[in-house]
């Protein structure tokens, strides 16, 4: 079947997703898709009445996306899936429903570089070295 | 003096015998009633999406098939969909009605499965075994129709791969007045028996403002007064239901016995269906011939057993697909059975798990 | 009360709902899709059957003409029957027995035409039916040896297992040479 296609920017998604909660859409899903150098989109689908309806968003890679499971409770879910299968950060989504950590496996549906988790145990230590580091400079410099 | 209440926590593990498939709950109960409940999924996953990027569009039909083995048929139907409308090919009338007595046939299969169980989850052992009996009828007709008793792999892009002969319609419709003649004496026990109505009448209400917030679709919806069918909802391209007389069966107290009454008689509404859909039948291509690769995006829905069943797919003009994203009607259904839990006394729990008709492997994928 | 007593009298004189296996089989229905079987003296390795295979259950070696399949993968889909040319591929209408390894099949093809082929097809297929009625042993070894113990006679042993484990007499004569 046709759907009705909808594109806005990212300022501009919350209005639009209360003004389909207004008209008593029901939200089927949330698409997430991996157009290449860093950029993803979202699509979130809608249905009322017989006729589904396409929102869609591009984002970068570091944004941080609302959640909308205030005004869809059944959106927990859909939501996880995102942080899995992308890395999309998300407001207060769980993350590791899918996917165990530590298995080795990382946001596998990714095309580009896949963060594997001992590269972020390196930079977790690595983050930690940094403040001793600067800590033990300050005393020397203070001494 | 208050009295001190302690709250134990038990776990309705990931095995158990009651539940066709690997769910975790915790319930944290107050001396018998049910005060708060923790779902986790994701035992199941198997990665289908990513793997559906590796195949060819035409293979994906028989990856997209081991989704499920209840709702096979469903599922590859709605990926057929995706693809034809993406590539606007044009499916012949033959293809179309054989694909709807499939679909019909296999929503038998489902609907006497989980009728059986539910009976089983309070322990009516006999009527779940007399309930699978008359389920083997069903499935020695798909072991003729399409070769195997589950994963029929029936549908290609473009049409169907089997016909179906004079002499196979002879023994559906045998076979169907045969289930009807045995179910009509099995829907007494379900539907007028006072032991069951006792044990599934106000219990596990789900009420029709809730059953909108949460978002639930198929029989459990229709159970709590909300009227969504998506085979009753005009669209062209789904089969063929449009030529088809059907009205979506709705019930209005949205506990338990609802339910299981909106699935009683959607078994003998689809009964109906496969005598209708066998009368349209004519000579004629059971395949159109498919041709380059495809490019775009497309969306399709059906209406599987459980709910609503939604694809999308994405094509960049290679023999690969760019991305394959599965809505299953379990991913909704399964998060508002908290709601229905709360303030339940334990022992009913496991009948309102086997009522909502929980399917994991679709869950997690 | 009235309806439990009469159905309760019917049961009485009724026969069983379900089968008695291994003495009552149910036969085989036309067109089930079972155990795949090649004929090795049509295939031209045109490898259309690998490239169509959704579980890269077959594997082709042009070099070394080697034809290769993994039962464990196969999911009896039957893609690779449509797409054959030659119609060497087909999936009989028989269970898949049980394995106790994984065992791979092997047919080595070789590209005769057809007037100077080696074995003609009628020759093929009665050598094909020879190897596998032979002694392919259904029961290891060790549950073999108990089941011995427990039965001091062979012939009560044979006629116990019925049709189950064929000529079980020459393979354990084997193990007691072994």
Known sequence: MQAIELKTTLPDLDSKIYKMFQLGARLIAITGNDLGNGKFELIYHFSKASEITNLKVEIDENTTVESVTGLFPYAELMESELVDYFGIKVNGAKANVFLEPGSGICTPLRKSKKTEPEKKEEKASAAQEKPEKEGATSKGGAS | ?365 | MVEMIKNVFKNLFKKPATLRYPYEKRPPTPGYRGRFELIPTECIMCTMCEKSCPADAIKIDKETKRYEYDPLKCIGCGYCVERCPKDCIELKPEYTSPMTSHQKQEWTITLTPHKEAVLSLKEYKDQEYARRTKCTPLVSAEVQKSLLERFSDRQKLIASLGSFIRCPEDMIKEEDEE
């Open chain 2, 1 to 365: 003096m208050a009295a001190s209440t302690r709250v134990s926590v038990v776990p309705l593990g990931a095995q158990h015998p009651v539940l066709p498939e690997p769910v975790a709950l915790k319930l944290s109960l107050e001396e018998e009633k049910v005060v708060d409940v923790s779902i986790t999924v994701g035992y199941c996953h198997r990665g289908i999406e990513k793997a559906a990027e590796m195949n060819d569009f035409k293979q994906n039909v028989f990856l997209c098939g081991r989704v499920c083995g209840i709702c096979s048929h469903h599922h590859t139907t709605s990926y057929s969909d995706a693809i034809e409308t993406m590539m606007k090919i044009e499916v012949p009338e033959r293809a179309k009605l054989i694909r709807t007595i499939v679909a019909e046939l296999e929503r038998l299969h489902s609907h006497t499965l989980i009728l059986g169980l539910t009976a089983d989850a309070m322990g009516y052992e006999n009527l779940f075994m007399q309930t699978w009996r008359d389920r083997e009828i069903v499935m020695d007709l798909f072991e003729i129709i399409s070769g195997n008793r589950v994963h029929y792999d029936i549908n290609q892009i473009g049409g169907v791969r089997r016909d179906i002969g004079y002499d196979v319609v002879k023994k559906i419709e045998k076979g169907m007045d045969l289930l009807e003649e045995r179910f009509n004496i099995l829907a007494k026990s379900y539907l007028d028996d006072p032991t069951f109505k006792k044990r599934t009448k106000g219990v596990g209400v789900l009420s029709s403002a809730e059953a909108h917030t949460y978002g639930v679709v198929g029989p459990v919806a229709r159970g709590s007064d909300i009227p969504e069918d998506v085979r009753a909802s005009g669209d062209e391209n789904y089969a063929a239901y449009k030529d088809l007389h059907f009205t979506p069966q709705v019930e209005e107290d949205g506990d338990i016995y609802s339910r299981t009454k909106v699935r009683v008689r959607e078994v003998f509404q689809s009964i109906d269906l496969i005598r209708q859909a066998i009368g349209y039948l004519r000579d004629g291509p059971i395949a159109a011939r498919v041709q380059g690769n495809p490019n775009g995006e497309a969306i399709a829905r059906v209406e599987a057993p459980r709910g609503e069943l939604f694809y999308y797919a994405k094509g960049n003009n290679t023999k690969n697909l760019e991305r394959v994203k599965i809505r299953t009607p379990s991913f909704v259904n399964i998060p508002a059975l908290k709601y229905m839990i709360i303030g339940e006394e334990f022992s009913a729990v496991p009948v309102i798990i086997a009522s909502i008709d929980p399917c994991l492997s679709c869950t997690d994928r």
